[in-house]
Nanobody, 128 residues
Framework: VQLMESGGGSAQAGGSRRLSCEGSGYDTYSDSFYCRGWFRQRSGEEREWVAALNANGDPEYADSAMGRFTISQDVAKSTFYLHMNSLKPDDTAKYYC????????????????????WGQGTQVTVSS
């Protein structure tokens, strides 16, 4: 699986940005499922989970993202998104998209080391 992010850049506090993650190479077998997620890493800190679409396509959010960020996907384009609203300077980080193969109904995990496939990352900088 190959993943590529786009959409990073600068924003003012209170502003919005949309990140995209285009994927390829997914198994297309009927019993193949993937979690698709977003993580971020601030300078000098560990990578942290932001949001994910579980194997059923249902969204899950970290507390820091709840109510401000929305994860969605366009299956036809093999692309998933992170819509970020009400941005704060604390959201400044490098954002990574990731995918993890799971069984039907499987647990996605918010621990970055359990995710198998990663994009190269895209920087988001929010100024006050």
């Amino acid at each position: 699986v190959q993943l590529m992010e786009s959409g990073g850049g600068s924003a003012q506090a209170g502003g919005s940005r949309r990140l995209s993650c285009e994927g390829s190479g997914y198994d297309t077998y009927s019993d193949s499922f993937y979690c698709r997620g977003w993580f971020r890493q601030r300078s000098g800190e560990e990578r942290e989970w932001v949001a994910a679409l579980n194997a059923n396509g249902d969204p899950e959010y970290a507390d820091s993202a709840m109510g401000r960020f929305t994860i969605s996907q366009d299956v036809a384009k093999s692309t998933f998104y992170l819509h970020m609203n009400s941005l704060k300077p604390d959201d400044t980080a490098k954002y990574y998209c990731a995918a993890r193969p799971v069984s039907r109904g499987g647990y996605c995990s918010n621990f970055w080391k359990w995710w198998n496939y990663w994009g190269q990352g895209t920087q988001v900088t929010v100024s006050s």
